[in-house]
């Protein structure tokens, strides 16, 4: 294959980090010495997706800016230790629309550009950019440069809402940054609208997001959703086995408690099991739940395991105002491999998301949007094999269809050879 895609990105390829394993699953039937990466959050990046990776920190792009020679560099794979790591990444900072203007501000004078980074990209010699769409104006602006100095076309994966929010959502209840964000907002709107008036092509993570973009900008544009490695599997637990898996952040924990208490309310036998790094208020909180039994942070690979083992697994959202409209096009990478496994499916969620949404018309979930819909139905799944089992066939049918991981591969790779047929 001649096709060399340099790939921008905010987050490295992983196993581990959901953005990266996303990202990583639309290459997975791509030659990875024909894939370079280029990202900011200094992580252990996979190997074996690709060799070739460049990182530049938020802290470095900042020194650079103030006048102190600290670069990025070609990542190595023997680089890493603990130590390492959480020397180059900096501290995390509170998102204020204030800040992320100033970072954006702060990358678009390429300071940090140093001739290592041209010699990277130089070397590498790309022939096409995929740049997967954050809410950063720098990272349009930077693919826009890269495609104007190598004459190489564009395409963009997006699985975020950013244009459409007009509201601040980094900080809902701060007066002062909500004064800026318009200002955040504009810079970003700008663009974005650069950008997608010099992208070759548009890959979305679900239809509701394909539906609106393609209402604003006419750009040929895909739905690949998420993939899943994942087989059918059926457990013989004694005990029903329910099981949640994932953020526990964006106010979720909330959710999980009212979940846990339905259940416990119609056996005391049976038990929530929260798996997921939390807060030490939110772990208090799921401590003084008698429905719930957390379990803490554990590796992707305990999570495959976990699910395998599960008789019903659980999604949920937050019910606040602000969170429903935050969120509201979000899909979560656990919701195709807890189609793909076949097992009993929950969730607890408003309608206006869009997972909801495609849940729910291809009958795959049980789904609730109260807690009256929710009782009725674990009063049925908790005590019913025979109905815990009633979605199995859809689910691997559209698992087929959607969620295959050579299928969505193949698939991206051919969007990548079409867009540069035409260019």
Known sequence: MEEKILVLSNNCFSKSNSNGRTLGNLFSNFPKENIAQFYVKYEKPEFSMCENYYCTTDRQALKCFLGKKTYGHKVNEDEFSAQESGSLQAKPVKKTSFNRWLRSFIWKRYKWADATFWDFIDDFK???????????????????????????PIVIYNSESYYFKNFDYFSADNFLNKLFYPIFRCSYKRAFKKLMKNTSHCVYLCDKLKRDYDKLFNVPSTVIYGSSEMSSTKSNNDKVKISYLGNLGLDRHTSLIEIAKCINSLSRELKLDVYGKASENIIKEFNDCEGIDYKGFISYEQVKSVIENSDILIHTESFDKFYARDLEYAFTTKISDSLASGKCFFVYAPKSFAFYEYLSENQVAFVASTIDEM?????????????????????????????RLDKNSDKFIQILLDCKKVV
Request: net charge positive; glycine share 2%; charged share 30%.
């Open 126 to 152: 790309p022939t096409m950019i995929l740049l997967q769409v954050g809410d950063d104006a720098f990272m349009c602006h930077l693919a826009l440069k890269l495609k104007k100095k190598y004459n190489i």
């Open 375 to 403: 009782k009725a139905i674990f009063s049925d799944i908790l005590f019913n094999k025979e109905s815990r089992e009633k979605h199995r066939d859809a689910q691997l049918l559209l698992v087929e269809k959607n969620h």
